[in-house]
């Protein structure tokens, strides 16, 4: 994936003009709480969300300071970015851990069928997923990647129970949806 911050410079390269870095050591720990509030809500683990702020820090530390307008939004949205990076991530290590092939069938001449079915599939739920509304997206990983329960997603990103069950419904359908219309591809064997 690709990153949302700039690569990091050599060692020891760390120029630091008028005291930028104390200026940035100051906004960062004044956001350093909202920051993982939102990384919190967003992938559902308050200790992810403190390391994950964390390697934000170290990531603007190691390297040339950014001159942003606003250093605090810029330090939130990048906050959001590392969160659904780590989402992203996780999603792809899941998939390639457990992953998405069809079940094994008895006849052995079909895997390699099989095998690229499953990829077409695959291919498009990703589509479908990255087409979906941001937060229905998030809700429908924290879910299905990372095993939450609707009432934890629900307290986490501040919604309904109701709510985060509607998001699901959509997000299913779209996958579900993204199956049927797929080009030359099979019908899907739990499809109604």
Not at 163 to 177: G, P
Request: overall charge positive; glycine content about 6%.
């Amino acid at each position: 994936m690709m990153s949302t911050l700039p690569p990091e410079p050599a060692e020891g390269d760390h120029p630091d003009p008028q005291g930028s870095r104390a200026h940035f050591l100051q906004v960062f720990l004044s956001q350093r709480s909202q920051m993982e509030a939102l990384v919190s809500r967003r992938v559902g683990c308050r200790a992810t969300a403190a390391d994950l702020v964390q390697d934000l820090f170290l990531r603007f530390w190691r390297r040339p300071l950014v001159q942003v307008e606003e250093l605090s939004t810029y330090l939130l949205r990048c906050a959001g970015n590392i969160a659904i990076d780590h989402l992203r991530s996780e999603g792809a290590r899941v998939r390639v851990n457990e992953g998405w092939l069809p079940e094994q069938q008895d006849n052995q001449g079909s895997e390699p069928q099989a095998a690229l079915e499953a990829g077409n599939d695959l291919r498009h739920v990703e589509a479908a997923l990255r087409s979906l509304p941001q937060r229905t997206r998030q809700i429908f990983l924290l879910n299905r990647i990372h095993g939450r329960k609707y009432a934890e997603i629900a307290k986490a990103m501040g919604l309904s129970q109701s709510a985060v069950e509607k998001h699901m419904m959509r997000a299913l359908e779209a996958c579900k949806a993204s199956l049927r219309e797929a080009p030359g591809t099979r019908t899907p064997r739990n499809a109604p």
